[in-house]
């Protein structure tokens, strides 16, 4: 069973303020994602990573990067925050010879206030 | 735009009954369309998936109904438990791999 930790679980952040949401998975899943999930959109992609040192945009990537330093780890960096990115973060792990499945983490609460 | 659309936002069914939530899509290069199944305080889940070249796909409880002609499928819940009750994400990709578009999600409630 794939396993995608997330932290923190909750955040309340600052507006302007730097927020770093991290993500970590030991199945060594070559792709990655950061999906951000709001009532009436969805699961809406903001980053993905084909592996250690890439990171590609999504479809909303505006105020987010990404950082994926190895192949376990993947952050999204919101480096001015503001109340529109208060939302629900979830992190994927996948690896496309795999079915294409997706194994999702927690999730992680943000409150821009 | 939403590539990828669930009509219902909600659908409330009794016990036992047939629980059928639609998807449709825009993009005729999707070839892979997996459900997820989401219950409150977690992540999306893989309930079941089906490749365009299937017209069904079925994995105990669960059926997928594939039209490739129409750009429609539907998920049906037979003998719907109130364990069931979650929302289900019906999401696309194509062929070649590249990251999956989710549609909006259907609220399902089994009443028992």
């Known amino acids: 069973e794939a396993a995608v930790t997330q932290s923190p679980r909750n955040k309340v952040a600052v507006t302007g303020g730097k927020v770093t949401l991290s993500c970590n998975q030991t199945?060594?899943?070559?792709?990655m994602y950061w999906y951000r999930q709001d009532t009436g959109h969805g699961l809406r992609l903001i980053h993905y990573s084909y592996g250690a040192g890439s990171t590609e945009k999504g479809d909303i990537p505006d105020g987010y990067k990404a950082s994926r330093p190895s192949q376990e780890n993947f952050s999204l960096i919101l480096e001015l925050a503001t109340p529109s990115q208060t939302s629900v973060y979830f992190c994927a792990s996948g690896d496309p010879g795999a079915q294409d499945t997706q194994y999702f983490g927690p999730g992680t609460r943000l409150l821009v206030l | 735009q939403q590539q990828v659309r669930q009509s219902s936002q909600s659908l409330t069914v009794w016990e036992g009954e047939t629980a059928i939530l639609n998807c449709s899509y825009e993009?005729?290069?999707?070839?892979?369309f997996p459900w997820y199944q989401q219950f409150p305080g977690e992540g999306p889940a893989l309930l079941i998936a089906?490749?365009?070249?299937?017209d069904k796909k079925e994995d105990g409880r669960f059926t997928i109904f594939f039209n490739k002609r129409e750009k429609n499928l539907s998920l049906h819940i037979k003998d719907s438990q109130p364990g069931d009750s979650a929302t289900y994400f019906c999401a696309a990709s194509p062929y070649s791999g590249t990251y999956q578009r989710f549609g909006t999600g259907t609220k399902l409630q089994v009443v028992p």
């Open positions: 993009n005729s290069a999707f070839d892979y």
């Open positions: 089906i490749r365009s070249v299937s």
């Open positions: 199945n060594n899943h070559n792709n």
